[in-house]
């Protein structure tokens, strides 16, 4: 792998791309990142990349796409795996990364909520999906216990939005101690922290306020107040 000439399309407040680099940091992965701008995409990236949309790894000139498959790759090109290896465990993580994908749409549809009545349905959407993945968790400190696995590389940008989210609205994430505890510990841990550009949240907290939503105004007034 290290003979490898390894390259991630990135953007700057892509969640998807933060699974990726975690891996890599993780794996201790020689690589470059590449920032693009999704609003600008550039001829070369709309080649690369069939669906338009980050990340995308280059190896050897060699491309991949898709943020799970990206992840998949890295690790089972290094020693170690940050999956289980019993095939239906592995199967299961493989469920909950899934899962993970769909939380983040849900988060997308809360930002982007128009009206206060379609806020407080993505809130009672998301407030329900973590408490069934409360109800899944170990007692830590990571999602299957002491191994720090993909799943936990999925959740971090998860929890990472409500970073700026829990300034302004509680979604409850603090009442469930199981899912409180991870998310303190994925915090801690230094691929996580390596993930991001260095003013990513006044960067997120910026691209919540450019939208005519409902969680624009909401924190607009809070910050007025």
């Not at 216990?145 to 999925?154: E, K, N, Q, W």
């Not at 899912?179 to 915090?187: D, E, G, K, V, Y």
Request: hydrophobic share 40%; charged share 25%.
């Amino acid at each position: 792998m290290p003979e490898q000439e390894i390259t991630l399309i990135s953007h700057k407040l892509c969640p998807f791309v933060q699974r990726a680099r975690i891996v890599l940091d993780e794996k201790r992965i020689p690589h470059q990142i590449r920032f693009i701008d999704l609003s600008n995409k550039p001829d070369w990236f709309i080649r690369l990349s069939p669906l338009g949309k980050v990340p995308v790894l280059l190896v050897d000139g060699r491309r991949l796409f898709e943020s799970a498959p990206i992840a998949e790759y890295l690790d089972e090109t290094t020693p170690g795996s940050m999956h289980p290896a019993d095939p239906f465990d592995k199967a299961e993580h493989r469920a909950w990364i899934e899962y993970a994908s769909n939380t983040l749409g849900l988060i997308s549809s809360f930002y982007s909520a128009p009206d206060t009545a379609s806020l407080d349905r993505a809130v009672d959407g998301l407030h329900n999906r973590f408490v069934t993945l409360n109800q899944r968790l170990s007692s830590g400190p990571y999602f299957n216990g002491a191994g720090f696995s993909l799943v936990d590389a999925a959740f971090a940008p998860v929890f990472r939005y409500f970073d700026v989210i829990d300034d302004y609205i509680d979604l409850g994430l603090d009442d469930m101690e199981r899912l409180r505890l991870w998310r303190s510990a994925l915090a801690r841990r230094p691929s996580l922290r390596h993930a991001v550009v260095s003013d990513y949240y006044e960067r997120l907290r910026r691209f919540f306020l450019n939208r005519d939503t409902a969680f624009a105004r909401m924190i607009t007034t809070t910050d007025a107040a």
